[in-house]
């Protein structure tokens, strides 16, 4: 290693007992359990910091060469949420009407989903995830970022898992193409692409959970351990 790259020592590290961690490990997938994603949401309003350190949270993701490609709107403007709720509907009807082909709506048909989406307009905060081609670390527009779709992939798995420990539900929503966003969000589209709008906010009182969506792959079906 180049005398050059400095290092500082792992101290914030912390070891549990074996015991704890198992106890750990078990706890934390019982939460993550409980993470639905919604489609009705209530109106009541989440405070800004909230968001805050759910954003804060995502951007502590590791990424490629540690440039950070991501950035995060945080949009509670109803306004701006009518805008993005009136620009995405016009594309979902296309999208339901026959742009998704019938195999893509068939495996739809048992979340429920449809070209209305009042909940852009309703929840407290949508956080529009934005990719960034290039920038690097000091943003300037111009270095190369590297694994930029795996960076802001586990970056929002780190938002969505933020939020739902905070005690918010969240809902991930990718019209397609979401290009709109970008003007709407006053992002450069020469850097940023948009990845991924998160709804965020308290359930409606009568958001559901559709049968289809608890049917989570078991451990054998997705995991293989080579010992
Ligand atoms: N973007 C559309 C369609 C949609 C697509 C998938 I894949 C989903 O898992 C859910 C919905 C919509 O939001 O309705």
Known sequence: ???????YPLDDFIEFPAEEMSARAKKNYQQLKRRHSIRKFSDRSVAKDIIENCIRAAGTAPSGANHQPWHFVAIHSGQVKGQIRQAAEELERTFYQGRAGQEWLDALKPLGTDADKPYLEKAPWLIAVFSKKKGGLANDGEQAN????????IATGFLIQALHNAGLATLTHTPKPMSFLTGICGRDPDVDRPYMLIVTGYPDKDATIPEHALNKKALEDIATFIE
């Not at 290693?1 to 290092?7: A, D, G, I, K």
């Open 146 to 153: 590297y694994y930029v779709h795996e960076s802001v992939g």
């Open 1 to 7: 290693m180049s005398p050059l790259e400095s290092h």
